[in-house]
Every structure is written in structure tokens, then in C-alpha cells.
């Protein structure tokens, strides 16, 4: 069975930091692509940030030179570091495993930046 448990959400400060974890089990953790993505009330789900297999990663551009996300194979997990967090950088932020046609995400972790 495959999991993926997000956790590190929570309520920050404006300019604040967080730090979200993604454990992965149930999947060869070092040959799939992982990715953070968020939805905010009303909107569609987007992407945050990926790295592959490589290392190679990418961001949104809302988020590039504040958000860091990084992986770490031998414990099956994925971050994403945010710093100089805005209040539009709140939402719901899932992370997602994908290999080919194979795709599973994670239940979710909520981000609130507020005063």
C-alpha cells in the first residue's frame, strides 16, 4: 500500500519559515519524481515545486528564491523549505509521487500565513 504523509504545516507570521516533510512507503522511493503542490480556497491546485530522480529540480514562479525543496532517498522523504513566507502562500500543500503513468499524493498538510 502505498502512502505518502505530509507533515510540518501550521500557522506562521508573515516573512515567517516552515519546513514540510513528505514520508513516502509503499513505493521505490529513489525512481520516482516528487513534487509539492498547493490549493488555496477556490482555486485550483498548483504547483510549488519538483526535484527528479537527478536532483534537478524546478519552481513556480510565486515561489522561486524563498521556497527550497529538497530530497533525501535513504529515508524516502521529500521537503520543501519556505522562507520569507507572504499570505498568499496559504493553502493546502500536498505532495505527489509520480513515475510514468503511476501517480499517488499524500492527504495533505495546511499553511496559514496570517498576523
Known amino acids: 500500500q502505498v502512502q505518502l504523509v505530509e507533515s510540518g504545516g501550521g500557522l506562521v507570521q508573515p516573512g515567517g519559515s516552515l519546513r514540510l516533510s513528505c514520508a513516502a512507503s509503499?513505493?521505490?522511493?529513489?525512481?520516482?519524481?516528487m513534487g509539492w503542490y498547493r490549493q488555496a480556497p477556490g482555486k485550483q491546485r498548483e504547483l510549488v515545486a519538483s526535484?527528479?530522480?537527478?536532483?534537478?529540480?524546478n519552481y513556480a514562479d510565486s515561489v522561486k528564491g524563498r521556497f527550497t525543496i529538497s530530497r533525501d532517498n535513504a529515508k524516502n522523504s521529500v521537503y520543501l523549505q519556505m522562507n520569507s513566507l507572504k499570505p498568499e502562500d496559504t493553502a493546502v500543500y500536498y505532495c505527489?509521487?509520480?513515475?510514468?503513468?503511476?501517480?499517488?499524493w499524500g492527504q495533505g498538510t495546511q499553511v496559514t500565513v496570517s498576523s
Open positions: 505527489d509521487a509520480r513515475l510514468n503513468r503511476y501517480l499517488y
Open positions: 509503499g513505493i521505490t522511493f529513489s525512481i520516482y519524481t
Open positions: 526535484i527528479t530522480t537527478g536532483g534537478i529540480t
